[in-house]
């Protein structure tokens, strides 16, 4: 499992890559195992070692800023709710089919809510503060309309990101289980259950699966 979330990661660095047409000029990433791999195709794309870094994570003060806030306003939400599942005897952790399950029912309320994070964060307006590197502003009118003078540090030059090198990576997935998914998908046709626009509905079907899982 843990493998397949490196792998995952990797594949979401390769997407931006891919999508924005080139790589950055220096990434920094804190030593955690999941980096590896970024930081090989980092200095691969750009034909340099030093294009890399590591650092620990408390130096990168605007992240670890962020992932309390993120925490704190959505996250821990999330994690009170599977929290309850584990109490109430509906959830074991390190059951993989009941984690399939739980993914099956909430992975696109997930999306939609994550969605919904980053979508109010590069809007929202950043205000000026005494001693701040970074500008001031609204973050996507930052990324796409940059004040001038401003350094562009993607680089476009790189080596291609090839199907090979997409498909060496973990692709995201519902289920770990393809096969167990489709059971899933089966159950839900033949009962005429909808797929869930929001998190009660995620739930009610969470423990109607349940039972088929169990």
Request: charged fraction near 15%; charge should be neutral; include cysteine.
């Amino acid at each position: 499992m843990y493998c397949a979330i490196v792998g995952v990661i990797a594949h979401y660095f390769l997407s931006t890559v891919a999508q924005l047409g080139g790589c950055p000029h220096l990434l920094r990433t804190d030593c955690g195992t999941e980096n590896v791999r970024i930081a090989a195709m980092q200095c691969y794309f750009c034909h340099d070692s030093r294009s890399h870094i590591y650092g620990t994570s408390p130096n990168n003060q605007r992240i670890e800023s962020w992932w309390s806030f993120l925490r704190h306003h959505n996250v821990q939400y999330w994690m009170d709710l599977f929290s309850a599942f584990v109490t109430e005897g509906l959830f074991h952790i390190g059951n993989v089919r009941e984690t399939d399950c739980l993914r099956f029912c909430f992975m696109q309320v997930l999306r939609d809510n994550l969605q919904h994070v980053v979508t109010n964060w590069n809007t929202h307006r950043i205000r000026p503060t005494r001693g701040a590197r970074c500008p001031a502003g609204v973050p996507d009118e930052l990324f796409y309309c940059p004040i001038s003078p401003a350094a562009d540090c993607l680089i476009r030059n790189m080596s291609p990101v090839t199907n090979d090198l997409m498909q060496a990576v973990v692709q995201p997935s519902t289920c770990s289980d393809s096969d167990f998914g489709e059971y899933l998908c089966y159950i839900c046709q033949q009962h005429g259950w909808q797929p869930p626009s929001s998190v009660s509905e995620a739930c009610t079907l969470y423990r109607r699966l349940h039972a088929y899982c169990s």
